[in-house]
Nanobody, 127 residues
Framework: VQLQASGGGLVQAGGSLRLSCAAS????????MGWFRQAPGKEREFAAA????????YYADSVRGRFTIVRDNAKSTVYLQMNSLKPEDTAVYYC?????????????????????WGQGTQVTVSS
């Protein structure tokens, strides 16, 4: 199993970025998917998650209304559209896959519930 995150970069406050997470070695529809982020000196935190079918989405309060998670199972890819970016969104963003997709509603924010992790992509928001 491999998760390849991409799309990070440097953007000014108020700008937008779209992150992609390309999955291989698994049938993506069987997996709940999440995005987490880790800022320097801080613990990794939950940002957004989506159920296997894409019918349910979950967001941290800090990103709700600005970030949107979607998935394209046919392309084995999950996206995180990030709008109205703030300097405090600066972090390395990681995508993760949860093998028991039916658990996503209960455990979407729990790092321990995810089985596979991508390598991370850096997002830097300048003020």
């Amino acid at each position: 199993v491999q998760l390849q995150a991409s799309g990070g970069g440097l953007v000014q406050a108020g700008g937008s970025l779209r992150l992609s997470c390309a999955a291989s070695g698994l049938t993506l529809s069987y997996y709940g998917m999440g995005w987490f982020r880790q800022a320097p000196g801080k613990e990794r935190e939950f940002a957004a998650a989506i159920s296997g079918t894409g019918g349910s989405t979950y967001y941290a309060d800090s990103v709700r209304g600005r970030f949107t998670i979607v998935r394209d199972n046919a392309k084995s890819t999950v996206y995180l559209q990030m709008n109205s970016l703030k300097p405090e969104d600066t972090a390395v963003y990681y995508c993760a896959a949860m093998s028991r997709a039916y658990n996503i509603g209960n455990y979407f924010g729990d790092l321990r519930a995810y089985n596979y992790w991508g390598q991370g992509t850096q997002v830097t928001v300048s003020s």
